[in-house]
């Protein structure tokens, strides 16, 4: 029985990856950023693991944020456009996504609130005689 069927790859080990990045691309830590750093480290698969460290070797980011537009998906550390297939496994969230071009862990970005709706500035015309 190989890796992948002793043990389903799911996106939460991907989230903890982002986590564990963003702790080791801290400048300065905490003793409890470390201690976090190295529990999360004996919690990710070693496969997946292994993959971040070659990458981090290189001073790349093992995990990067996908940005979602209206034609598909941008990695966020190539920019460059998924694949489409790439793209739709990585919305159904059943299996990791890696982007083609920078072999990057894929995750996506969340979703922002849309901006909300501008004032409108034009005044009524008995507010602007009141006011002078």
Do not use: W
Request: hydrophobic share 40%; charged share 30%.
């Amino acid at each position: 029985m190989g890796f992948r069927e002793s043990h389903p790859r799911t996106m939460k080990e991907i989230e903890l990856l982002k986590e564990l990045q963003d702790i080791e691309f801290l400048a300065r830590k905490t003793a409890e950023e470390k201690a976090r750093a190295a529990e999360l480290r004996q919690i990710i698969p070693a496969p997946i693991l292994g993959h971040y460290d070659r990458l981090a070797a290189r001073g790349k980011k093992g995990v990067a944020l996908v940005q979602r537009t209206p034609t598909g998906g941008v990695c966020g550390g190539c920019r460059m456009r998924l694949a489409t297939g790439a793209y739709a496994r990585l919305l159904r969230g059943d299996d990791i996504a890696m982007c083609d071009n920078c072999a990057r862990y894929l995750l996506l970005a969340p979703e922002e609130p849309p901006p909300p709706a501008p004032r409108s500035k034009a005044r009524r015309k008995g507010a602007a005689r009141a006011a002078a």
